[in-house]
């Protein structure tokens, strides 16, 4: 037996002990060993904050699973760390917590084995503490008890054999890899001091992240709302979504439905895009939530996502755009319009991968929808440009605190921001209004007008019936079904009215025949006004007159012919007869 000091009093040879003893787990492919341990490895060591002493080591990781998140055990030249899950608290709280629990080599008891315990297999290290292992892995649990146990003895004796006696060309090896391990540690060590120490200013700058939760709520509400009216969870159809304010450069610009450029933003095309969109939100919005503050945030947010709804309106052709994904790629910008502009305030350890994270994200993703027809690139492009220029103007100082002050400044510059918004906006609605095509002015004008010219038709279909009964006055019951039939048919009539004077075209033979329609059910109120006059006074003029029933009704048809012909030749004229489908718009 050769003497070797115990880890705190010498630590060169301790530790190429200690990585000759976790060297023997090497051929498992479960562990992963200093200096090459895994990226996900060192994200949890990070993330857990693992309370390393100075001169402490992470020389080895053995992947592990608890709940489904990868809770890795971690071993390191004194101690033992892995996770545990605690169970709901008593207070009603039904979450569990992991939590991340050590002990020091010279602490544990002896022998160290590997136990069936009711959750799989496990080590028990000292006073019924005990390491869950991986399950179906009886000869890595030995392994592991055994490297465990030899560390145990060394360090509470001071004793162990000789390394050297053992295998003299592992300690030359360990001994030539020990730097790199020791320069690794050490960037572990100021990564994790400089992550705790942005998550410290991250709290406080924004204590409580309430935007972002509140977003994802109001966009599966709305989702859900759109299913319980009957619309189709997975495919629903562009009328559906047109009917719920979906974005679409022909009602905007033509109707000046300006309305749906902020709605469409909360509107989702099935539960696969509402799903993938708030996965992105819940975990890229809290972070830049605390560093805008919950008012800059949702700025950032409602500009990005009618920034993007503006861009898409702006690009042909003309199609419905529905989703918050313009929103998610301005919270992306204003994540890098912060990492510029708070470049010397924020660790370069924690600003580069941030940095590496957001631009991967946008790379990513501009080469998928590259490549996939139905994803609305433009929407995606304009809210990341808006949410970065906006990014630009309300990025505070940092670190920074909640403030009367810093509430005002935002709110002044939010108002700025929504100015320039408006401007680019307005900019974008009159240069697509000389861009639109001949089909985009026909399906909008289609789609504004047929519900009307729908409620035309079936009033004009009751003309015979009431020249029947006109012609039967003298007979109550005659008299007592033309006043209803008269007086329902003036109220659908009046409502109709209203609904085809709203209908506007930059098209100026769809104008006109727009005014036709209009001018048609407007002598189909007065032909039911007539008829009602003819009932109380028996004057022959209310029904043969100039004024009466059957002028006003023939004035009625002649409209509405006169309205089919405009709106046939504007189709002939632009070679829309066969794409429209219909001859009718």
Same mark, same amino acid.
């Given at each position: 037996?050769?003497?070797?000091?115990?880890?705190?009093?010498?630590?060169?040879?301790?530790?190429?002990?200690?990585?000759?003893?976790?060297?023997?787990?090497? /051929?498992?492919?479960?562990?992963?060993?200093?200096? +090459?341990?895994?990226?996900?490895?060192?994200?949890?060591?990070?993330?857990?904050?693992?309370?390393?002493?100075?001169?402490?080591?992470?020389?080895? @990781?053995?992947?592990?699973?608890?709940? &489904?998140?990868?809770? /890795?055990?971690?071993?390191?030249?004194?101690?033992?760390?892995?996770?545990?899950?605690?169970?709901? +608290?008593?207070?009603?709280?039904?979450?569990?917590?992991?939590?991340?629990?050590?002990?020091?080599?010279?602490?544990?008891?002896?022998?160290?084995?590997?136990?069936?315990?009711?959750?799989?297999?496990?080590?028990?290290?000292?006073?019924?503490?005990?390491?869950?292992?991986?399950?179906? !892995? /009886?000869?890595?649990?030995?392994?592991?008890?055994?490297?465990?146990?030899?560390?145990?003895? @060394?360090?509470?004796? &001071?004793?162990?054999?000789?390394?050297?006696?053992?295998?003299?060309?592992?300690?030359?090896?360990?001994?030539?890899?020990?730097?790199?391990?020791?320069?690794?540690?050490?960037?572990?060590?100021?990564?994790?001091?400089?992550?705790?120490?942005?998550?410290?200013?991250?709290?406080?700058?924004?204590?409580?992240?309430?935007?972002?939760?509140?977003?994802?709520?109001?966009?599966? $509400?709305?989702?859900?709302?759109?299913?319980?009216?009957?619309?189709?969870?997975?495919?629903?159809?562009?009328?559906?979504?047109?009917?719920?304010?979906?974005?679409?450069?022909?009602?905007?610009?033509?109707?000046?439905?300006?309305?749906?450029? @902020?709605?469409?933003?909360?509107?989702?095309?099935?539960?696969?895009?509402?799903?993938?969109?708030?996965?992105?939100? %819940?975990?890229?919005? /809290?972070?830049?939530?605390?560093?805008?503050?919950?008012? =800059?945030? $949702?700025?950032?947010?409602?500009?990005?996502?009618?920034?993007?709804?503006?861009?898409?309106?702006?690009?042909?052709?003309?199609?419905?755009?529905? &989703?918050?994904?313009?929103?998610?790629?301005?919270?992306?910008?204003?994540?890098? $319009?912060?990492?510029?502009?708070?470049?010397?305030?924020?660790?370069?350890?924690?600003?580069?991968?941030?940095?590496?994270?957001?631009?991967?994200?946008?790379?990513?993703?501009?080469?998928?929808? @590259?490549?996939?027809?139905?994803?609305?690139?433009?929407?995606?492009?304009? =809210?990341?440009?808006?949410?970065?220029?906006?990014?630009?103007?309300?990025?505070?100082?940092?670190?920074?605190?909640?403030?009367?002050?810093?509430?005002?400044?935002?709110?002044?510059?939010?108002?700025?921001?929504?100015?320039?918004?408006?401007?680019?906006?307005?900019?974008?609605?009159?240069?697509?209004?000389?861009?639109?095509?001949?089909?985009?002015?026909? +399906?909008?004008?289609?789609?504004?007008?047929?519900?009307?010219?729908?409620?035309?038709?079936?009033? *004009?279909?009751?003309?015979?019936?009431?020249? !029947?009964?006109?012609?039967?006055?003298?007979?109550?019951?005659?008299?007592?079904?033309?006043?209803?039939?008269? =007086? *329902?048919?003036?109220?659908?009539?009046?409502?109709?009215?209203?609904?085809?004077?709203?209908?506007?075209?930059? %098209?100026?033979?769809?104008?006109?025949?727009?005014?036709?329609?209009?001018? $048609? !059910?407007?002598?189909?109120?007065?032909?039911?006004?007539?008829?009602? !006059?003819?009932?109380?006074?028996?004057?022959?003029?209310?029904?043969?007159?100039?004024?009466?029933?059957?002028?006003?009704?023939?004035?009625?048809?002649?409209?509405?012919?006169?309205?089919?012909?405009?709106?046939?030749?504007?189709?002939?004229?632009?070679?829309?007869?066969?794409?429209?489908?219909?001859?009718?718009?």
């Amino acid at each position: 037996m050769t003497e070797i000091l115990a880890p705190r009093e010498n630590s060169e040879p301790w530790d190429v002990f200690v990585l000759a003893t976790c060297a023997r787990l090497g /051929p498992f492919s479960q562990v992963h060993l200093a200096p +090459k341990l895994t990226s996900a490895t060192l994200g949890v060591a990070v993330h857990a904050n693992l309370p390393l002493e100075p001169g402490e080591l992470l020389v080895a @990781a053995v992947d592990n699973v608890l709940d &489904g998140l990868s809770c /890795p055990i971690l071993l390191t030249t004194r101690r033992v760390f892995w996770f545990s899950v605690t169970d709901p +608290k008593a207070d009603g709280d039904r979450r569990k917590a992991i939590h991340c629990e050590g002990i020091d080599y010279r602490q544990m008891g002896s022998p160290i084995e590997a136990r069936s315990t009711a959750g799989g297999t496990g080590l028990v290290v000292a006073d019924g503490r005990t390491i869950a292992l991986p399950d179906g !892995q /009886p000869a890595l649990a030995a392994a592991m008890a055994d490297a465990i146990q030899t560390l145990s003895v @060394a360090a509470r004796t &001071g004793v162990a054999p000789s390394i050297e006696k053992l295998d003299p060309e592992l300690a030359r090896r360990i001994a030539g890899v020990l730097p790199k391990v020791v320069e690794a540690n050490s960037r572990l060590r100021i990564y994790g001091g400089d992550l705790q120490t942005f998550r410290r200013d991250l709290m406080t700058a924004t204590p409580k992240t309430f935007v972002t939760p509140t977003l994802i709520v109001s966009c599966v $509400a709305v989702f859900v709302a759109m299913v319980a009216s009957g619309i189709s969870p997975m495919t629903p159809t562009s009328g559906e979504l047109l009917k719920w304010g979906a974005n679409d450069a022909a009602p905007v610009v033509l109707g000046h439905e300006y309305w749906r450029l @902020a709605a469409s933003v909360f509107l989702h095309g099935g539960l696969l895009h509402l799903a993938v969109n708030m996965w992105c939100l %819940a975990n890229i919005g /809290p972070l830049v939530e605390r560093l805008y503050g919950n008012l =800059g945030y $949702a700025v950032v947010y409602l500009a990005s996502g009618v920034g993007g709804a503006i861009a898409s309106m702006a690009t042909p052709p003309s199609r419905p755009s529905v &989703g918050a994904s313009g929103a998610i790629f301005g919270v992306i910008g204003a994540l890098l $319009a912060f990492l510029l502009l708070r470049r010397r305030s924020v660790p370069s350890s924690v600003l580069a991968p941030l940095r590496s994270s957001a631009v991967s994200f946008v790379v990513f993703n501009t080469l998928f929808g @590259a490549v996939v027809p139905m994803i609305d690139q433009s929407a995606h492009m304009g =809210g990341l440009a808006t949410g970065f220029l906006v990014g630009l103007i309300l990025s505070p100082s940092w670190p920074s605190k909640p403030s009367v002050a810093r509430t005002a400044r935002t709110a002044a510059l939010a108002v700025v921001a929504a100015l320039a918004l408006s401007g680019a906006g307005a900019a974008a609605v009159h240069w697509r209004s000389q861009t639109l095509s001949p089909y985009d002015k026909v +399906k909008d004008y289609g789609q504004r007008m047929d519900p009307a010219n729908q409620k035309f038709l079936e009033s *004009a279909k009751d003309f015979p019936k009431i020249a !029947q009964l006109l012609a039967r006055i003298d007979e109550p019951s005659a008299r007592s079904e033309l006043l209803q039939l008269t =007086g *329902a048919l003036s109220a659908l009539g009046k409502t109709n009215l209203a609904t085809i004077s709203r209908v506007r075209s930059t %098209a100026p033979e769809l104008e006109t025949a727009a005014r036709l329609l209009e001018s $048609a !059910q407007k002598e189909q109120i007065a032909a039911m006004d007539a008829a009602e !006059q003819f009932e109380k006074t028996r004057d022959q003029a209310w029904l043969e007159g100039p004024d009466g029933f059957i002028a006003r009704a023939g004035a009625s048809v002649q409209h509405e012919r006169e309205c089919r012909a405009v709106e046939l030749k504007f189709l002939r004229d632009n070679d829309l007869l066969e794409e429209s489908g219909d001859p009718e718009p």
